[in-house]
């Protein structure tokens, strides 16, 4: 399958800091999704990625694909305790049933 | 609309017991996934379907089984449980392999 590494793995942060998330892929990816689950929650959707390059924002979410199309982040600008929960990446394979394969999410922990 | 809907919540089985889990979608949508995800795993793809009366393996299908005999609905069977089956199971859903993912709320499944 397809193989992506998401780093950091666990990240603490005071409420009103930033975050930020990396995506990194050893191939070129065609694009590339992220999404959201909260502590005890399912995956939301966020977000699709398909150009090179390509920056997308969501209020205090920014995105960004590479320009080489192999990385990607996300970027929370002044952090809330809503923001709490597990961030995915998700990569499509290689085959032709493109089928999604998630990376290992980063824990985010908002300190009041 | 209830979007993707999975049942049970929750279940303990005994080592060697079977059991079906079902997943149900109003959306309409060709494509379903059924996902286990297990600490500092992430997400990991057992089986798929691209529509109504196919199946297809993804990359941990063994002690797996699935049957989508109607487009709106995804089994997943586990035919002798065993320990190793103890998980959170999601079923999710989309419209083509190009969109995002609506995930269910999940199944915590305990195998003792």
């Known amino acids: 399958g397809q193989q992506v590494m998401q780093i950091p793995q666990y990240q603490h942060v005071q409420e009103g800091e930033d975050f930020t998330t990396y995506c990194n892929s050893s191939?070129?990816?065609?694009?590339i999704q992220w999404y959201k689950q909260r502590p005890g929650g399912h995956p939301v959707f966020l977000i699709q990625l398909v150009k090179s390059g390509e920056v997308k924002k969501q209020k205090r979410l920014t995105f960004q694909f590479g320009e080489a199309k192999k990385n990607s982040s996300l970027h929370i600008t002044a952090t809330q305790t809503t923001d709490v929960g597990t961030y995915f990446c998700?990569?499509?394979?290689?085959?032709?049933?493109?089928?999604?394969?998630f990376g290992t999410g980063t824990r985010l922990t908002v300190i009041p | 609309n209830a979007g993707v809907t999975q049942t049970p919540k929750f279940r303990v089985l005994k080592t060697g017991q079977s059991m079906t889990l079902l997943c149900a979608q109003d959306?309409?949508?060709?494509?379903m996934y059924w996902y286990r995800q297990d600490p500092g795993m992430g997400l990991r793809l057992i089986h798929y379907?691209?529509?109504?009366?196919?199946?297809a393996k993804g990359e941990v299908p063994d002690g797996y089984n699935v049957s989508r005999l109607k487009k709106q609905n995804f089994l997943l069977g586990l035919e002798s449980a065993a320990p190793s089956q103890t998980s959170v199971y999601f079923c999710?859903?989309?419209?083509?392999?190009?969109?995002?993912?609506?995930f269910g709320s999940g199944t915590r499944l305990t195998v003792v």
């Open positions: 379907s691209v529509g109504e009366g196919t199946t």
């Open positions: 998700a990569v499509r394979s290689q085959t032709g049933a493109n089928n999604l394969f």
């Open positions: 959306m309409n949508h060709e494509y």
């Open positions: 191939t070129t990816l065609s694009n």
């Open positions: 999710a859903s989309s419209y083509s392999n190009s969109y995002g993912y609506t």
